[in-house]
């Protein structure tokens, strides 16, 4: 896939049709080169058919030759009177001057039995049998071919008559070289005559028109004399049995070398590869020219698509070609009219609100973009409808989009001089007019203000709204987007609790929110990493000076911003869902040390601060009990503070959590009592054990009269009703005596110890220790 996309539309089809011009030609070369080697194959046996036929054609007419010139012979005067006088020496010299007068090789004279009369054949004649005799009285010759140390001989019989039968005469002509050049020739194949032994009965050559190798003597040893073709690696062989015996002795083999017809096959394989080579050469120059007409237009529809892609809105291209890439073109060029319909459709619900047709929140803030770009100056207006929501609720959709649309005609008529006047989300606007000074912006300000809470007649109804109407100076008050869209959010809050007509951003206020989102974030990490520190301030027993118990504190050293008061990181956590997380925090944390300085020795128990959000928690009770599911004392040892004003956001709800603490075990008390709005009624309704005075009243005990007259009296009514008593706050040794004089149950301030962390709390029990006698020594002054 990664080469043909690399080749592209033109060389990808340059390579089919040259790999299919390619293909095609090899199959016809093939089967061209498979034809013609069976053709010459079969061209060959046509050939060693005729040689053969034209073999024992010239036999026969050498034959006919002999056997004319033999005629001669007999008829002869003087050879027939020299065979009648019976004379042996006179036919002897007749017969070989007569003999080689005809060519033969050598001459016998037979008397009419069939005896030899004379002979020029240096050797015993092969047998002439009686049938042969017979045949060539009836036919008036007889013929054989007869193998003669080992050679071949065609031997005619002819019967001399003068008149009556006197002779027989029998005549050997040689199967020579001569006549086997002779078949050659006209043939065109290689001729070779051989003969059967008499003693071995295998076949040798004695006659050859070309040179044998060792390869085709095997080759023809092998063969048998009932194979009359042999088709070996050298030749196209057919052999050819002479005579007309079952077992002939003289055979002749014709040959055609193989070479040379595989000559002639590579001449003309040779002469196909050429012609292929051409038409390829053709093809590709022919692909080419193809390519580059079709490649081009596709080219130029890829280049137009690529414009299209790129959101130009280029020419369509001209294509000559017509049929499928006109087609293309077309639907190209009809794909951009449309997407750019569409564009522009999309581009106006980017930048537009769909109900009042005003710019939405993109537009301002492209504007105010352009508008800082520019360095430019301007004054942003916001106004949000305080009661849209309740109007779509009430009213339904269709009365608040009336609504929407009549306050845009407002916004438009008095401000004609808007960069733009966009609505950036349900009931709020947001306009960007040129800078005013503070005179000439109270003024419009107070003019759109009234213009837009005036009556609004909607469907013949006069219709009133109420605004919340905030203004922001730029780049004065923001020099960026983000820095608007927060500041704007914050007046906006800010806004809202003020009755002026509208507000102006005040600076400031946003470091102060960021820094907000800054702890809320960093709060989250110090909680799951153990950011947060614990320290405990001991509680004593005011009769006897012992340490019975402490209260845990956490704190909070932020890396950057250094101490964060537990008044700011709560009231957060609580805003912004962090205050469970927090609480089953310190409650880990403080079961986790409690266990620790027990082992160590100090015997003391817990008080932990819920938070108002914490009593509507559901996962607090079990909570509190799996945190201190194996707690080394009783459960009373453990005391949960809640603050009056958490008790009073939900009685309700604080009373079924605090009936279930209740039956948990725990001791419950009533912290910061004083501050805030508890009844006598609610306190004594309350599941709750202690009652701690809150420290304002326990600061200045030594000195306020008023404050001693309060003390006092909360000491004596928390002991009536059945309620534990702890003072925070002291300060000095006098407060200490005081409220050990009225009988106050618990105490601690910075006078009997300074909150310290779990490590430091081992040596500040012994401290205390020593300082028994001092804390637990009266002073007749302040007791009853």
């Not at 790999?19 to 090899?26: E, G, I, M, P, T």
């Not at 892609?309 to 001209?318: C, K, L, Q, V």
């Not at 959010?489 to 007509?501: D, I």
């Amino acid at each position: 896939m990664a080469v043909a996309s690399r080749l592209g539309f033109r060389g990808r089809l340059i390579t089919a049709m040259i790999s299919l011009v390619a293909l095609v030609s090899v199959v016809i070369v093939a089967l061209l080169m498979v034809y013609l080697f069976e053709d010459e194959k079969n061209r060959a046996l046509e050939q060693l058919t005729i040689g053969e036929r034209l073999t024992k054609e010239v036999i026969e007419r050498r034959t006919d030759l002999e056997l004319s010139r033999l005629s001669v012979l007999v008829q002869d005067f003087g050879f027939r009177s020299a065979v009648a006088s019976g004379d042996a020496a006179t036919i002897d010299s007749t017969l070989a001057n007569h003999s080689g007068r005809v060519g033969a090789r050598f001459a016998v004279l037979l008397n009419g039995d069939g005896e030899m009369l004379a002979t020029t054949l240096n050797r015993q004649l092969p047998d002439i049998s009686s049938e042969q005799l017979a045949s060539a009285r009836r036919n008036g010759f007889a013929r054989s071919l007869l193998a003669i140390d080992g050679r071949g001989y065609e031997v005619l019989v002819i019967p001399v008559e003068a008149p009556g039968l006197r002779a027989w005469l029998v005549t050997g002509f040689a199967m020579d070289q001569a006549l086997a050049e002779v078949i050659a020739r006209l043939s065109g194949t290689s001729v070779i005559f051989r003969a059967r032994s008499d003693t071995t009965g295998a076949f040798s050559n004695f006659a050859a028109t070309t040179g044998i190798d060792d390869n085709l003597q095997q080759e023809l040893t092998r063969a048998s004399g009932s194979q009359n073709f042999i088709e070996s690696a050298g030749y196209f062989t057919r052999i050819i049995n002479l005579g007309e015996s079952a077992s002939p002795s003289i055979q002749a083999v014709l040959l055609i070398s193989r070479d040379a017809s595989l000559q002639n096959y590579y001449k003309r394989a040779l002469e196909i590869a050429l012609l292929v080579t051409a038409i390829l050469i053709f093809a590709i120059l022919l692909a080419l020219v193809i390519a580059r007409n079709l490649g081009r237009p596709v080219l130029q529809l890829a280049s137009y698509a690529r414009a299209i892609g790129e959101g130009d809105t280029p020419t369509a291209p001209a294509i000559r070609a017509g049929g499928e890439l006109t087609q293309l073109r077309d639907a190209l060029r009809d794909m951009l009219l449309r997407l750019r319909d569409r564009e522009a459709q999309i581009r106006y619900a980017a930048t537009h609100d769909d109900v009042t047709g005003l710019g939405n929140r993109n537009a301002l803030m492209h504007a105010a973009s352009e508008l800082f770009t520019e360095n430019g100056q301007g004054t942003l207006i916001g106004i949000r409808l305080n009661d849209l929501s309740n109007i779509n609720d009430t009213l339904g959709l269709e009365f608040g989009d009336k609504v929407l649309a009549g306050t845009t005609r407002r916004l438009q008529q008095e401000l004609p001089d808007a960069r733009i006047i966009a609505r950036t989300g349900g009931g709020e606007f947001l306009a960007l007019i040129p800078s005013l000074t503070p005179a000439e912006l109270d003024r419009r300000a107070g003019q759109l203000h009234d213009l837009i809470e005036s009556p609004l007649q909607i469907d013949q109804t006069p219709f009133s709204l109420r605004i919340t109407m905030v203004s922001l100076e730029l780049p004065e008050d923001a020099a960026n987007a983000n820095e608007l869209r927060r500041r704007l959010n914050l007046t906006f809050e800010q806004a809202e609790t003020h009755p002026e007509p509208f507000s102006r951003y005040q600076p400031g206020k946003d470091e102060s929110h960021l820094r907000e989102l800054k702890l809320i974030t960093d709060l989250h990490t110090a909680i799951l990493n153990n950011g947060l520190h614990m320290n405990y301030q001991p509680k004593l027993n005011s009769h006897t000076g012992e340490l019975v118990q402490v209260e845990a504190l956490v704190r909070w050293v932020h890396p950057e911003l250094g101490f964060i008061s537990p008044e700011e990181f709560i009231f957060l956590a609580e805003q912004s869902g962090q205050i469970h997380d927090l609480t089953a925090h310190i409650l880990q944390r403080v079961a986790g040390d409690a266990r620790q300085w027990h082992e160590q020795g100090v015997d003391a128990g817990v008080a932990i601060n819920l938070s108002a959000m914490d009593l509507t928690w559901p996962a607090l009770i079990p909570h509190i009990a799996d945190t201190f599911h194996n707690w080394h004392h009783k459960m009373e040892r453990i005391t949960l503070e809640v603050t009056e004003g958490a008790l009073m956001e939900d009685p309700e709800e604080a009373m079924a959590t605090l009936e279930k603490l209740r039956n948990l075990g725990v001791t419950l008390s009533v912290d910061d009592f004083g501050t805030g709005y508890s009844s006598l009624s609610q306190l004594r309704k309350l599941p709750v054990q202690e009652l701690k005075i809150d420290k304002s009243f326990v600061l200045k005990l030594d000195s306020e009269p008023q404050d001693q007259l309060i003390v006092r009296s909360t000491i004596d009514m928390a002991h009536g009703l059945g309620l534990k008593v702890v003072a925070e706050g002291i300060e000095n040794l006098k407060a200490w005596q005081l409220l050990q004089g009225w009988g106050c149950n618990l105490g601690q301030g910075f006078y009997l110890s300074r909150p310290v962390s779990a490590d430091h709390l081992v040596e500040t029990a012994r401290s205390l220790a020593a300082r028994k006698q001092e804390l637990t020594e009266p002073n007749p002054e302040y007791s009853e």
